[in-house]
Every structure is written in C-alpha cells, then in structure tokens.
C-alpha cells in the first residue's frame, strides 16, 4: 500500500515522466493531486502494472484527481537541451497544467530544476511510494504509449506499436535497415558501435 502524502497539511502534487530512455519519440510527464485521503489496493508504478491496469487505472485517476496535467517535449527539443533537461521542462509543463497551484511537488527521482515558484521533494522509487506520483506515472506512461502508436502507423515497421520506441532489438535493425524518422533523437546512440555489434568489449 502507498503512502497518501508526505505533508498532511500541504496540497502536494505526483510528478512523474516516461520516455526518457527511448529512442523515438518525446518525453512526456504528468503532474496529479490526489485528494488527501486517496486510497487504492492496485494503484502503483506503472512499470508494475500490466497494460490493461494502467488504461483501467487511467480513467480513475482522471475522474478522481482534483487536478491533472500532461507536459510533452518533442524529439527536436530533447537533442537541444538533452534528455535530462527536457524531463525537468516536461514535468514543469506539467505543473503549468495544474488548475490548482500545488504547495509542494512531489518529483519521483534524485535531481530535478523547478521553473515555478513552488517547493520540492526528490523522492528516489516515489512512484512505489506515494499515491500523486504513481498516478502520475500512470498518466505519463499511457499517454505517451497512445502517441507512440499513433506515430506507429505513420511510421510502420519500427515497431513502436509494441516498443514505444524503447531500444529494442527489432528496433534498431529497423533503424539499420530504414534509416532513422523526423521522431527518431539524433543526439541519441540509435545504433551500437561497430565492435558491440560484433559481441567485442
């Protein structure tokens, strides 16, 4: 069972991405209240939940938040301020979403660069932890999830109806055979080195 909040007496708001070690696609992150005396006996990180629970999950956590928001940096974006950079802005989108200014935000992680005025907490594994970021993770995973297989048939035979642009092998001999998509971060290794590819350290 996760934990309800860090600050019984502050409006705290679950900050989470997903995307940030894919190959294709932008990073996106959500922001969610929950209401102080949120429970749930599945609600967890989303990297724990099967597919069909996380879509399940969804919808509750959109008819149930006090308020949500979804911050999205494209690929463009990610290879000019790099990957950690654009998770930082993604989820600063995402507070900006917010219909209520949270008084703490709750950011799952180590490291994080605020553009908003309001405090934070790291909390390392948060989306195991508390109930605002799980949701978020939620929120974050299977929007861009739905991206990804749009992008998929408009793009077909890089798999992302399935990988969502992870570096899956089936992706990168795709990439190899088809060469890279306008969606594809260039400023990411999208093939290994030569001597990988040969099983050579």
Known sequence: MLEPY???DLIEAGCDEAGRGCLSGPVVAAAVILPKDYH????NDSKQLSEKQRYALREEVMRDA???GIGIVSP???DEINILNASFKAMNLAVSQLKQTPEMLLIDGNRFKPEHNIPYEC???????YYAIAAAS???????DDLMKNLAEEFPGYGWE????????????AIKEMGP???HRMSFQLLPRQLELFGKK
């Not at 909390?123 to 932890?129: E, R």
């Not at 939620?138 to 861009?144: D, F, G, H, M, V």
């Open 138 to 144: 939620i929120l974050a995973k299977t929007y861009r």
């Open 6 to 8: 860090l600050h019984k």
């Open 76 to 78: 463009k974006e990610i």
């Open 66 to 68: 006090i308020s949500y």
């Open 162 to 173: 399935t990988n969502y642009g992870y570096p899956t092998p089936p992706h990168r001999r």
């Open 181 to 183: 998509t306008p969606h």
């Open 123 to 129: 909390i390392i594994k948060g989306d195991g932890k």
């Open 40 to 43: 749930h006996e599945i609600l």
